[in-house]
Every structure is written in C-alpha cells, then in structure tokens.
C-alpha cells in the first residue's frame, strides 16, 4: 500500500530534551516536506526537499533540522524543543517532477500531535 | 511573495445544497499549482482536486469541481450536492513551481446540516 508514514504518532517531552520525528514513504517520490499545523494558520512549511542530499527551507524553519540521506527517509529534527514549537506536524511526499501542467498530489502522514512542557 | 487567502473561516450549509469555498492567490510565477485538501475530525489529509496554471479547462473530480478564474486570481472549490460526510476543514494551497515551495490558507470549516 501506498503510503507515507510518521512516527510517533503522539509526543509529550519537556523544554530542551532533543527529539527526532521519523517520516517514511515507499512511493519512490522525489519530494519530501515538512508542516507544522496551529488553529487558525493553516499548515506552513517547515522544511522541504527536492531529492537526496538537497534540502531548503520553509516558512518557518526556526528551531527545526532536517535530513535527506536516503529518498524514502526524512526526519524532522528538535534540538531543543520549547513550547511554541507545540504543534501538528504532517510530514508529505510527492513525485515532484509535476508542474503547471500535470498533477503533482502531496501525500500525508497521519501526524504527529507534539507537546512540549 | 506567495500568498493564500481564505475569507472564509465557517460555513454552514443545508444539506443537498451547493457550496462555494473561496480561495484567492498571489504570485508573481507564471508557473503554478493550486491544491484543495480536506481534513475531517480524524486529522488526515485529504488531497481532493488540482489545478495547474496552463490548465485551460477547470478541474472536476466527482462532486468537486474547481472554479478557476486566473485574471482574478482565484480558485473557488465548488462542491455539488453536498453531503453530511463532507463537514469537515478545507484547506487551499499553492505550490510555485519556482520557488518549489508550498503555501496553505488558513482554512474554511464546513458544516453540512441534515
């Protein structure tokens, strides 16, 4: 089955503590990002990649990291989380070599809901 | 710079009836994408149509159809014959296939009523 996959899918942790939020596709999809949900703000982007080794940032990249060392694997990493960081974070994937004129569907993971004390 | 504008916050709607959902867009690219997705209660996300910017013919999937006026920048979903499933967040974004980025409105809660 076609699909991307996150993990864990609920995270409690505490200011500071580093964590790591695993996000798989087995689509052989080029494109990979990262979004953060908050009420009100819709989904922005944190983190995207184009391919392996190639990553650029989002809207809100502060506080984030990110890699790309294999192309179905793209962790979003916290250093050192803190409470605004607090969130719904979808991680997507997508052929990537879409444009203007062919269809280019993101799909998404099921979420990880964080919350940082 | 690229922007998503949803005027919408909550909608209700009886059901059976038509419904609009307004998005408008801004980018200066001549190259670009614009997506709706759905979000029910359950969290995930629905990918539900896609318009390209070359795309001379307005998209349909279903009961959904895209409303594509690109000199007024906009990209309404039209839903037909709404149902009680479809209450739900609906989310517009655009990709600018540029900047390779990826841009969300804020979001416009649907509620269908029996």
């Known amino acids: 089955e076609a699909q991307v996959t996150q993990n864990p899918r609920y995270l409690i942790t505490v200011t500071g503590k580093k964590l790591t939020v695993t996000c798989s596709q087995n689509?052989?999809?080029?494109?990979m990002s990262w979004y953060r949900q908050d009420p009100g703000l819709g989904l922005r982007q944190i983190y995207y990649?184009?391919?392996?080794?190639?990553?650029d940032k989002g809207d809100v990249p502060e506080g984030y990291k990110v890699s790309r060392k294999e192309k179905r694997n793209f962790p979003l990493i916290l250093e050192s989380p803190s409470p605004n960081q607090t969130s719904l974070y979808f991680c997507a994937s997508s052929l990537g070599s879409g444009g203007a004129y062919s269809v280019d569907t993101q799909y998404f993971g099921p979420g990880t809901r964080l919350t940082v004390l | 710079a690229q922007k998503i504008t949803q005027t919408q916050p909550g909608m209700f709607v009886q059901e059976k009836e038509a419904v609009t959902l307004d998005c408008t867009y801004d980018?200066?690219?001549?190259?670009?994408?614009l997506f709706w997705y759905k979000q029910p209660s359950s969290g995930e996300m629905i990918f539900l149509i896609y318009q390209g910017s070359y795309d001379q013919q307005n998209a349909t999937e279903g009961r959904y159809s895209l409303n594509f006026q690109k000199a007024r920048k906009s990209a309404n979903l039209v839903i037909s014959a709404s149902q009680l499933g479809d209450s739900a967040m609906y989310f517009c974004?655009?990709?600018?296939?540029?900047?390779?980025?990826?841009?969300f409105g804020s979001g416009t809660r649907l509620s269908i009523r029996p």
């Open positions: 990649s184009m391919n392996v080794e190639v990553t």
């Open positions: 689509m052989n999809h080029e494109y």
């Open positions: 974004a655009m990709r600018d296939f540029s900047a390779s980025k990826i841009i």
């Open positions: 980018t200066s690219d001549p190259s670009y994408g």
